[in-house]
């Protein structure tokens, strides 16, 4: 099982959908939590980092769920340039700054 | 101000070459980070640098990858006898002290092993 797990998609949705991506995790030592957004053939951006009590950005909501080892991201009102890959990072307090990378969710919102 | 750079942005190499990819971190960053991707996956850790020392190595595939960075500035990842599989995108991050895990990402470079 890879320590880090996303559903790949795409998903495709029409502008103004509200969509959410889950995240897993394996290991319960994991103590900090992001989500990246990476346009096609660009490098990956930080969009958010993922606190216990959850946080709102705008349209963007994350969630964090330690009992079940997993984050979320919520985007309502989605816009045409929301359209990317979304990649959610995990990592563990003892190992410095090293993140672990989901393989990313492909979003694709239509007109 | 300036980002993250990375050089050179893409690479063709013949399978058995020697690779040598360069990254700039952003100025006063003191942690730096090579990362992997290849097509369709995310980001995998290589190695990892607080100014010179090179902290974490766990993530270099073979003993034919070699990460520097003598002066705690600029970095390089050398590749040697590369080979197909060697063929991703290689990102370097950068971060300030206190915020190891607010990582700023270069454009990468892409390597192409034929």
């Known amino acids: 099982r890879k320590e880090v797990e996303q559903d790949p998609g795409p998903f495709n949705v029409p502008e103004g959908a509200t969509v959410a991506f889950n995240c897993t995790y394996s290991n319960s030592a994991s103590q900090s939590f992001f989500w990246y957004r990476q346009d096609c053939r660009k490098e990956p951006k930080l969009l958010m980092s993922?606190?216990?009590s959850g946080n709102e950005d705008g349209r963007f909501t994350a969630q964090l769920n330690r009992a079940s080892q997993y984050i979320s991201l919520l985007i309502r009102d989605s816009k045409l340039s929301d359209s990317a890959t979304y990649l959610c990072?995990?990592?563990?307090?003892?190992?410095?700054?090293?993140?672990?990378f989901g393989q990313g969710t492909e979003l694709s919102v239509k007109p | 101000g300036a980002g993250v750079s990375q050089s050179p942005r893409y690479k063709v190499a013949k399978r058995g070459q020697d690779v040598a990819l360069r990254c700039d971190p952003i100025?006063?960053?003191?942690?730096l980070f090579w990362y992997q991707q290849a097509l369709g996956q995310g980001p995998e850790f290589l190695t990892y640098f607080q100014n010179e020392a090179q902290l974490d190595k766990s993530g270099l595939p073979s003993d034919r990858f070699f990460a520097e960075r003598p002066e705690g500035s600029v970095s390089t990842l050398k590749i040697q006898r590369t080979q197909q599989e060697d063929s991703a995108v290689y990102l370097c991050a950068s971060s300030l002290a206190g915020k190891v895990w607010t990582q700023y990402f270069g454009p990468g470079t892409r390597l192409l092993v034929l």
């Open positions: 100025s006063g960053h003191v942690s």
């Open positions: 993922v606190y216990s």
């Open positions: 990072a995990v990592n563990m307090d003892n190992q410095g700054g090293k993140l672990i």
